[in-house]
């Protein structure tokens, strides 16, 4: 890689160094987690500044090398052949206020009993923009969860929360598990509402 990237590992720094198997992240996002763990009341500004040429090419480590591509049918790995480049632009397109999100790709997948799901996949510029903004938020945001919320959380998942709960049953004071699942839910929901409730 050349010049621009190679900053990125220097950047780094254990994000738990007490903890085993975490991944690490850049001191920027490490700073902005510590002040909002301290600062709970603080309003952060100025975030789109740190959408940088560093955050970016770290978002696109992250991406999954087999996903299938989005409309302009080029995959994570043939972005990644090109990455200074490609990253750079971005950037550009960031600080120049052109940059726009492509339309995404519609595809059915399976879901169970004759049905399907629709899936949306994005260009692999906007899935780099979207994981360098998700670090972000999730820096700010990892802080005001509860230990035992587990769902679309770092290090967190499924397995994690089946192992916690098999060790609060054995050891714990229930007589008692009840399962529930919506069916259909996000298909049912009022989504006019469901928008007026997210403003």
């Known amino acids: 890689m050349g010049k621009g990237l190679a900053g990125i590992r220097s950047l780094q720094r254990k994000h738990n160094p007490n903890t085993k198997g975490r991944e690490t992240m850049q001191t920027s996002l490490q700073a902005i987690a510590e002040k909002a763990k301290k600062l709970r009341k603080y309003r952060f500004q100025n975030l789109y500044g740190m959408l940088?040429?560093?955050?970016?090419?770290e978002a696109w480590k992250k991406l999954n090398k087999k996903a299938a591509a989005g409309v302009d049918g080029t995959s994570v790995g043939d972005y990644g052949r090109d990455l200074e480049s490609n990253i750079q632009k971005i950037v550009d397109d960031l600080k120049n206020k052109r940059y726009h999100a492509k339309q995404v790709r519609r595809v059915y997948i399976p879901k169970g009993e004759g049905k399907l799901r629709p899936?949306?996949?994005?260009?692999?510029?906007?899935?780099?923009?979207?994981?360098?903004?998700?670090?972000?938020?999730?820096?700010?945001?990892?802080?005001?969860?509860?230990?035992n919320s587990y769902g679309y959380r770092p290090n967190r998942g499924p397995q994690k929360a089946v192992i916690d709960l098999t060790q609060e049953l054995q050891y714990g004071r229930y007589n008692y598990i009840v399962e529930a699942d919506i069916r259909s839910f996000f298909d049912n929901i009022d989504h006019e509402w469901l928008i007026k409730m997210l403003e």
């Open 119 to 147: 899936l949306g996949l994005p260009a692999t510029v906007d899935k780099v923009v979207q994981r360098a903004a998700a670090d972000i938020l999730e820096a700010i945001y990892e802080q005001e969860f509860l230990p």
């Open 52 to 57: 940088n040429v560093n955050l970016l090419a």
